[in-house]
């Protein structure tokens, strides 16, 4: 059904008698821990991606999985399953061919209606970027387990070691790309009239310090929103009003929001802060500052 998922499904399990939790889905931002065991308890078709990972130790999120998780969680891989090839000139995490994902997406069992929830270990970048690609796929049944497994633990949860029993299906159906984007060239022809969101950390932004691309700087025009603001303490996302206010600074309009970042990854988690806040329909920029700084012809700010 393109962007939508099919409300009849939803119908249909309601009609059946649907569980508490089933009668508020789809969940298409966060879900609650609370929420997610009662999911767990139920027999309702749900899909869990556990997202955790390492820029530094690539196989640590996987080990850690391998280890314990949480029940039904299979994994998915930032390198292998939420990223394409890498060219060199394309970024570090690439968006994979729509058609390829569509197919990952049916390997873990994901079809129209059925409910996905990811999450990661560290504040949410990982998971939102899984959710941003199942949204982009036009899956919109899927959300962020708020505050990660420390939360699903504080809410009676446990973690297990067990496999998940997984059955596959086949190809989610592919439709046009249901998430808003934009490519370095179209953002450089618009570049004096876009509002940039850079959701990298303040000495990042401003070239003090550079880890990971052999470039520092920023995307001129560009304004940093570190992509942890967007938590509270607890490492649960801020209410909806409270981030609602603090995005408006970057735009009357959400829908002229571009959102950056090293990779296309953490930029995700300020795009689900503000579809959290109902601000929808800011664009990603996949590519961005690995891309971006790759030719040497684009400009580059810094400070």
């Known amino acids: 059904m393109g962007r939508q998922h099919d409300p009849a499904v939803w ?3 309601r009609a059946r008698g649907a569980t508490a939790w089933s009668s508020e889905m789809p ?20 899909v869990v991606l556990d997202c955790r990972f390492d820029l530094a130790d690539t196989d640590a999120g996987e080990r850690a999985w391998r280890e314990r998780h949480l029940p039904r969680a299979q994994y998915a891989h930032l390198d292998r399953d939420l990223a394409g090839a890498r060219t060199g000139h394309n970024g570090r995490h690439p968006l994979p061919a729509l058609q390829a994902f569509a197919q990952r997406a049916g390997a873990w069992g994901i079809a129209p209606g059925v409910q996905v929830v990811t999450y990661d270990d560290q504040g949410g970048p990982y998971a939102a970027r899984a959710w941003w690609m199942l949204r ?3 899956h919109e049944a899927a ?6 497994p420390a939360a699903f633990i504080a809410a009676g949860g446990q973690l297990v070691a067990a ?19 934009i490519d370095a060239d179209a953002l450089l022809a618009a570049l004096a009239t876009t509002p940039i969101v850079d959701a990298r950390s303040a000495e990042r932004f401003r ?3 550079e880890p990971l691309d052999p470039v520092a700087g920023h995307i001129p025009g560009a304004r940093q929103r570190f992509f942890l603001d967007n938590l509270q303490a607890d490492g649960r996302f801020k209410p909806p009003d409270m981030l609602r ?24 988690h300020n795009l689900l802060a503000m579809e959290h806040a109902q601000l929808a329909g800011s664009r990603l ?3 961005s500052w690995s891309e971006w700084c790759s030719d040497p012809a684009r400009p580059v700010a810094r400070g």
């Open 207 to 209: 070239g003090d310090a």
């Open 11 to 13: 119908r249909r399990r």
């Open 136 to 138: 982009w796929l036009g």
């Open 143 to 148: 959300a962020v387990l708020d505050g990660g």
């Open 27 to 46: 969940h298409r931002t966060l879900i609650d821990a609370a929420t997610l065991l009662a999911a767990l308890a139920g027999s309702e078709p749900l």
């Open 245 to 268: 206010r603090e995005f408006a600074a970057y735009a009357a309009a959400p829908a002229a929001v571009v959102h950056q970042c090293g990779s296309g990854v953490t930029a995700c």
């Open 163 to 181: 496999p998940p029993q997984v059955q596959g299906r086949p190809p989610y159906p592919v439709h046009a790309p249901a998430m808003p984007a």
């Open 285 to 287: 920029y996949a590519g």
